[in-house]
């Protein structure tokens, strides 16, 4: 058994996930739409990632005893105005689920309930490497705009300089 209080922000926290699947496989119906189906593709997996990170908060509450309890679904955005768009959107949804794997870190920790505080370490892990995934791709997007594919074949060449010993 959990605290109360602790077992229904992790139960936000796995509906959370439910709905960051339910956007990202909406984001993949625009890709899809545009036939670009290596987005889509992206957006498909990245979906289903979401769904794998909910079962994680499903399998958490169950071996601590309490239930996990299913909440509904909202609409999530679907009409974009361009990749950068949805991009953009992606970006800023995961710094939101930054910000709630934060607090429930903070709750844990203030509960000195320190399985919990274990369980969510990969969660800031996987947080970081989210924002950072988006962040790149936004990059390169913008480096096509800045200076065309050429300009993003210098970076990778510019990557693998080494320093003269
Ligand atoms: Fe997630
Ligand atoms: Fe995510």
């Given at each position: 058994m959990l605290p109360e209080k602790l077992t229904n922000a992790l139960n936000d926290q796995f509906n959370n996930e439910l709905q960051a699947a339910h956007a990202y496989t909406a984001m993949a119906a625009y890709f899809s739409k545009k036939g670009y189906h290596g987005f889509a593709n992206f957006y498909l997996v990245q979906s289903r990632e979401e769904h794998f990170h909910a079962m994680k908060f499903y399998h958490y509450l169950t071996a601590m005893d309490e239930k996990p309890v299913l909440q509904s679904l909202a609409e999530p955005?679907?009409?974009?105005?361009s990749a950068i768009d949805v991009l953009e959107s992606s970006l800023a949804q995961e710094k939101d689920v930054t910000s709630n794997i934060y607090a429930l870190v903070t709750l844990a920790d203030e509960l000195q309930e320190h399985a919990t505080l274990s369980f969510l370490d990969w969660f800031i892990e996987e947080q970081m490497e989210e924002e950072k995934t988006f962040r790149d791709i936004i990059t390169r997007v913008r480096g096509i705009e800045e200076g065309g594919e050429y300009f993003l074949k210098m970076d990778d060449e510019f990557a693998t300089r080494k320093m003269e010993e």
């Open positions: 955005k679907n009409h974009f105005v």
